[in-house]
């Protein structure tokens, strides 16, 4: 049973930048699809970076050109760089991975098979 844990999360003040942790646990053997989502309370999931096993990479419209999604594999650690933060981002953000082979981009939540407990961050105008 794979799990995944965040990390990271806080308060900065808008322009200011953060970077997520997501240590993943329970992995027999090849990884797949890991990714990055978020959710405001009442408000749809929303993807924000993923990364496929090849490294392919995709980012939702918010957060082209100012995050990066990456992983060291050596240490099971998923990660979000996250710079020139606005107060719309603001939210919870979640980690999660797919169980085998999947469809890999930020639409693509109902995929993913592994979610962690998330963390909040919070952008102060």
């Known amino acids: 049973q794979v799990q995944l844990a965040e990390s990271g999360g806080g308060s900065v003040q808008s322009g200011g930048s953060l970077r997520l942790s997501c240590a993943a646990s329970?992995?027999?053997?090849?990884?797949?699809?890991m990714g990055w989502f978020r959710q405001v309370p009442g408000k749809e999931r929303e993807g924000v970076a993923t990364?496929?096993?090849?490294?392919?990479?995709t980012y939702g419209d918010s957060a082209k050109g100012r995050f990066t999604i990456s992983q060291d594999n050596a240490k099971n650690t998923l990660y979000l760089q996250m710079n020139s933060l606005k107060p719309e981002a603001t939210a919870m953000y979640y980690c999660?991975?797919?169980?085998?082979?999947?469809?890999?981009?930020?639409?693509?939540?109902?995929?993913?098979?592994?979610w962690g407990q998330g963390t909040q961050v919070t952008v102060s105008s």
């Open positions: 990364i496929d096993s090849d490294g392919t990479t």
């Open positions: 329970g992995y027999s053997g090849r990884r797949y699809c």
């Open positions: 999660a991975a797919a169980g085998g082979p999947s469809r890999c981009d930020v639409g693509g939540y109902h995929a993913l098979s592994y």
